[in-house]
């Protein structure tokens, strides 16, 4: 069986990609090249059962493709934003599989992985309260009313996975140009996170967090203690 550095110096890289951000998740695993990122296998996952699913669902693609984890050069996380559980669970178990088996990590942000997967420059997602995650001249915020009226230029064109996003951008910016497009997964995340992988751009496992945009309820309804463990 041949080493990580092996597997480098071939320039082919076995990766697990795992997304938990949204309403629907999903893992997949793929290999890297310097030409393409070749999707081996992909499993969707149903949300809200992040939790008890996760772990068995990579367990399941790893031994469909006769794969160990020790033979993966990198996995891949989505990171945020979206929902408070979904990115705890899936960035929690992208960094206890690493640090088990010493593997690096990337971490990639949901709102560029649906932009890359557009090919656009801006996307949108929606946040509830009439809000959205907005990734916009290669910024991200959550955005109310306000906050897009503020962002200037306006962009032109923007890609959104669900019609509340493309509802509170409309109201707001009515000229610009709303590209519908299927929700991101596992997979679309390794295409994107692809020349990462190749200049080995990965992140410090043990001071990687969330990318959340936004506090949790318990912060922003008054749990102190809750408050107080994010700090």
């Known amino acids: 069986m041949g080493t990580q550095a092996d597997k480098t110096e071939a320039h082919e890289f076995p990766v697990l990609g795992i997304d ?10 793929a290999r890297v090249t310097s030409a393409s990122a070749a999707i081996l296998g992909e499993a969707a996952l149903e949300g809200r059962t992040y939790s008890t699913t996760l772990i068995s669902a990579i367990e399941r693609l790893l031994t469909a493709h006769t794969t160990a984890l020790r033979d993966l050069a990198c996995i891949i996380v989505v990171n ?13 178990a992208a960094k206890g599989l690493a640090e088990g088996a010493g593997l690096p990590l990337v971490a990639v942000s949901r709102l560029e992985v649906l932009a890359h997967t557009a090919a656009a420059a801006d996307a949108a997602l929606d946040a509830h309260r009439h809000e959205v995650f907005l990734r916009a001249h290669g910024r991200e915020l959550l955005a109310g009313a306000p ?38 997964t596992a997979a679309d995340a390794i295409h994107h996170a692809a020349p990462q992988i190749l200049a080995r751009n990965f992140a410090d496992v043990l001071l990687l967090d969330g990318h959340y945009l936004r506090r949790s309820d318990a912060e922003i309804f008054g749990d102190p203690a809750s408050a107080a463990a994010r700090k």
């Open 80 to 92: 945020g934003p979206g929902s408070f559980t979904g990115v705890r669970v899936g960035l929690s």
């Open 147 to 184: 906050e897009l009226a503020a962002v200037h230029p306006a962009p032109t064109q923007i890609a959104v996975c669900d019609d509340a996003a493309a509802t509170v951008l409309q109201k707001t910016w009515p000229s610009a140009e709303i590209l519908h497009v299927s929700p991101p």
């Open 20 to 29: 938990t951000c949204g309403p629907a998740g999903s893992v997949a695993l």
